[in-house]
């Protein structure tokens, strides 16, 4: 947020899909304050649905949103967005995104040097047999929406991030269930993209996140294990690995390190005060926040 203090947001509740499933956010000034359950969700009758994935995204004018969904399921949730002029201390009220429009699935979003918004999203189909990765974009208020497909090739993919190399060259990590993170790539500032392929980086069906340093470098955070049987399994090593070009990535720290357990979801943002910071979900009991200098 700037001055030192940060949001976090997470989705909380029973269980993941239970009715009372709500938003939940945090403040960081001086350490953490309590947390506040800032919006739960309803269908257009008013009967409770859980809510899932917000994430936050500040523009450089200031403007704060978080997104989020709401619904039965990742195959049927469909999208709504909070804002907030005042670093989040009020929010005007929820407001869906455009028809067939899911902004950002988990990764946030970066800014364009025009202004434009663009968003990593993800869609799963209704029998789960196909994942799929596309972006959408927006103008720098949260209007005007458009979508950009990407060929996900034969991968079974979501949950892009996004990372800025410079001369328009951008690049897509994504989450598969081809046992290794996906990649895909757009010389053009995002506006057309490589088919989606395979990098070296192991993949256990997990959700991960990566963010362009200011010194030109890249960090991404990730579960470096294979699948295992049951669908969780392959998420109790949590890695930090750095990259100089986005394709050959290097192990640099070790976040969690156990037999089993579940440390996973991160996201991870770089502070203006040179700070990195990452929040992850811990054994899906509570949220653990790490910040270090590079």
Request: no cysteine; aromatic share 8%.
């Given at each position: 947020l700037g001055s030192g203090e940060l949001l976090a947001a997470w989705f909380g509740g029973k269980q993941e899909g239970s009715k009372d499933v709500s938003i939940w956010i945090a403040r960081y000034k001086d350490g953490w304050m309590k947390p506040l359950k800032i919006v739960s969700g309803h269908d257009d009758k008013g009967d409770p649905m859980a809510c899932w994935n917000p994430v936050l995204f500040k523009t450089r004018a200031g403007t704060l949103f978080l997104h989020y969904k709401v619904g039965l399921s990742p195959r049927e949730w469909w999208a709504e967005v909070l804002v907030s002029?005042?670093?989040?201390?009020?929010?005007?009220?929820?407001?869906?995104?455009?028809?067939?429009?899911?902004?950002?699935?988990?990764?946030?979003?970066?800014?364009?040097?025009?202004?434009?918004?663009?968003?990593?999203?993800?869609?799963?189909?209704?029998?789960?047999?196909?994942?799929?990765?596309?972006?959408?974009k927006s103008d720098s208020a949260g209007r005007n929406w458009t979508k950009i497909a990407i060929d996900n090739a034969d991968f079974d993919a979501i949950q892009p991030s996004i990372l800025t190399h410079g001369n328009n060259i951008l690049q897509l990590l994504c989450r598969s269930r081809n046992n290794r993170i996906v990649t895909s790539w757009s010389f053009d500032n995002g506006t057309n993209w490589t088919p989606l392929e395979a990098t070296t980086l192991p993949?256990?069906?997990?959700?991960?996140?990566?963010?362009?340093?200011?010194d030109n470098r890249f960090l991404l955070v990730y579960n470096p294990l294979l699948a295992g049987k049951e669908w969780w399994e392959g998420r109790s090593v949590l890695k930090l690995a750095v990259s100089n070009d986005g394709?050959?990535?290097?192990?640099?720290?070790?976040?969690?390190?156990?037999?089993?357990?579940?440390?996973?979801?991160p996201a991870i943002i770089q502070s203006a005060d040179d700070l990195i910071h990452v929040v992850y979900t811990y054994n899906r009991k509570c949220i653990k926040y790490i910040k270090f200098k590079l």
């Open positions: 002029h005042d670093n989040g201390l009020t929010w005007a009220e929820s407001a869906k995104l455009p028809q067939n429009m899911l902004g950002p699935i988990k990764n946030k979003p970066i800014q364009l040097k025009n202004g434009d918004i663009l968003y990593p999203s993800s869609t799963e189909s209704m029998d789960e047999k196909k994942w799929a990765v596309h972006l959408e993949n256990p069906n997990a959700g991960s996140d990566a963010v362009s340093l200011m394709k050959q990535w290097d192990n640099i720290d070790t976040l969690e390190e156990k037999k089993e357990g579940e440390y996973s979801y």
